[in-house]
């Protein structure tokens, strides 16, 4: 159980374009998703919360305007890299709290490996 | 604010033990979180603690002393598959983590 998939798994294209990533869960109901950065050799990195219905609470240092999510659904969060840019270049990935459960439990996606040219 | 401290790199021979250690300050405090997470990959579930003392489970143990913002992951019987990041994550009741920088474990044959 608690299965989060994320699509797509890699991307390639060209600096400019916007990038849209999903994450669902698949087998529970998450009103709050965790959307990560992760640059190579290092640690996962926080950008921001995804509340069902509501906006996303960003972490500092974060783009809203950059980076836009939507989180429409209780299985469904996405993340909109706007016009990216070789800098935007990382590994992102979506992870997703379990409503029925208590605790603070974090199931995450295979992450999506993102390239910009 | 939030600081959580882990050693960046560490070696060990397959079949011996390693402790990786984390120590953390956090504004409020709920448990801790290890995570596994092979390159290119998701990070996986090791452990969560949430009261001191010690966890058990197979080859992966934690230890947490709240008391001293302090926690370890020890991996016995080292197998060369445990090369990866190991994560800590303290958890202050936000259900937000944050992320240590992780330890980058080189298990060698």
């Not at chain 2, 302090?70 to 937000?96: H, I, V, W």
Request: with cysteine; proline share 3%; hydrophobic share 35%.
């Amino acid at each position: 159980g608690a299965v989060v998939s994320q699509h797509p798994s890699w991307v390639i294209c060209k600096s400019g374009t916007s990038v849209k990533i999903e994450c669902r869960s698949l087998d529970f109901q998450a009103t709050t998703m965790f959307w990560y950065r992760q640059f190579p050799k290092q640690s996962l990195m926080l950008m921001a919360t995804s509340n069902e219905g509501s906006k996303a609470t960003y972490e500092q240092g974060v783009e809203k305007d950059k980076f836009l999510i939507n989180h429409a659904s209780l299985t469904l969060s996405t993340l909109t890299v706007t016009s990216a840019h070789p800098e935007d270049s990382s590994f992102y990935i979506c992870s997703a709290r379990d409503l029925a459960r208590q605790d603070e439990a974090q199931h995450f996606g295979d992450g999506t490996r993102l390239s910009i040219l | 604010g939030q600081n959580i401290d882990q050693p960046t790199e560490m070696t060990a021979t397959e079949g011996a033990i390693v402790q990786i250690n984390c120590t953390y300050q956090t504004s409020g405090f709920n448990g801790l979180f290890w995570y596994q997470q092979h390159a290119g990959e998701a990070p996986t579930f090791l452990s969560y603690n949430v009261l001191d003392g010690l966890e058990e489970k197979g080859r992966f143990s934690s230890f947490l002393s709240r008391s001293k913002g302090y926690s370890y992951l020890l991996l016995k019987e080292l197998q060369m598959k445990d090369s990866a990041s190991y994560l800590c994550a303290p958890t202050s009741g936000t259900y937000k983590y944050i992320f240590g920088t992780g330890t980058r474990l080189k298990v060698l044959a």
